[in-house]
């Protein structure tokens, strides 16, 4: 699974179309070998996507795949979106799926935070479980480092893979901690600055 964080292009033998019904809305993703979630789009994200508050303004969907996330808060809430992420071809795929979609975005080619600079209103994040749990803990530092007065991170994690951990990891970083959803070993946290 580290390949999702390796720039391998020839691991794109098999793009496929994935569609999404939501909020009203049928979203339509290009996908491929080599992303995460290539085959049908991710559980986990499905659940972060149902279980947020109404969001306004600005929002990044930091290591943004292929766009799922962004792309589909940004046209129900017509937020200004930046999507980015570590690996060349998964934002190749989320400029794809944003024009798609008919949504503005930024791309941005980053590792967490190391070429972002600017502020968010709102940070959605699917963390990289794989990457280890120091990856995932410098992406919740640098995430309440880059989110304006106000501003929230939103993040889906299971259980097992650390939900307990990453509560208290919230606590240190942010002002309010709340468990938007909890359900199966499935966690939808926000941590918000004030």
Same mark, same amino acid.
Not at 176 to 194: E, R
């Given at each position: 699974? =580290?390949?999702?964080?390796?720039?391998?292009?020839? %691991? @794109?033998? !098999?793009?496929?179309? $994935?569609?999404?019904? *939501?909020? +009203?809305?049928?979203?339509?993703?290009?996908?491929?070998?080599?992303?995460?979630?290539? =085959?049908?789009?991710?559980?986990?994200?499905?659940? %972060? @996507?149902? !279980?947020?508050?109404? $969001?306004?303004?600005? *929002?990044? +969907?930091?290591?943004?795949?292929?766009?799922?996330?962004?792309?589909?808060?940004?046209?129900?809430?017509?937020?200004?979106?930046?999507?980015?992420?570590?690996?060349?071809?998964?934002?190749?795929?989320?400029?794809?799926?944003?024009?798609?979609?008919?949504?503005?975005?930024?791309?941005?080619?980053?590792?967490?935070?190391?070429?972002?600079?600017?502020?968010?209103?709102?940070?959605?994040?699917?963390?990289?479980?794989?990457?280890?749990?120091?990856?995932?803990?410098?992406?919740?530092?640098?995430?309440?480092?880059?989110?304006?007065?106000?501003?929230?991170?939103?993040?889906?994690?299971?259980?097992?893979?650390?939900?307990?951990?990453?509560?208290?990891?919230?606590?240190?970083?942010?002002?309010?901690?709340?468990?938007?959803?909890?359900?199966?070993?499935?966690?939808?946290?926000?941590?918000?600055?004030?």
């Amino acid at each position: 699974m =580290n390949h999702y964080f390796i720039e391998n292009q020839s %691991l @794109l033998t !098999n793009e496929r179309l $994935l569609e999404l019904s *939501i909020f +009203d809305m049928k979203l339509k993703f290009m996908s491929n070998n080599g992303l995460f979630s290539c =085959n049908k789009i991710d559980d986990a994200s499905i659940t %972060l @996507l149902n !279980n947020l508050p109404p $969001l306004v303004g600005t *929002i990044l +969907d930091l290591g943004c795949g292929y766009g799922v996330l962004g792309i589909t808060l940004a046209k129900k809430y017509i937020l200004e979106l930046t999507m980015a992420d570590v690996n060349a071809a998964a934002l190749d795929y989320a400029i794809k799926n944003a024009k798609l979609n008919n949504v503005s975005a930024t791309p941005v080619h980053t590792n967490s935070f190391s070429s972002i600079s600017s502020k968010f209103d709102n940070i959605v994040l699917n963390p990289p479980i794989h990457a280890g749990k120091e990856t995932m803990y410098r992406m919740y530092e640098d995430s309440s480092r880059h989110l304006n007065p106000d501003g929230s991170l939103f993040i889906v994690i299971q259980k097992k893979h650390g939900a307990e951990s990453t509560i208290i990891k919230f606590g240190e970083l942010f002002e309010n901690v709340n468990v938007l959803y909890k359900k199966k070993g499935c966690y939808v946290l926000q941590g918000t600055n004030k």
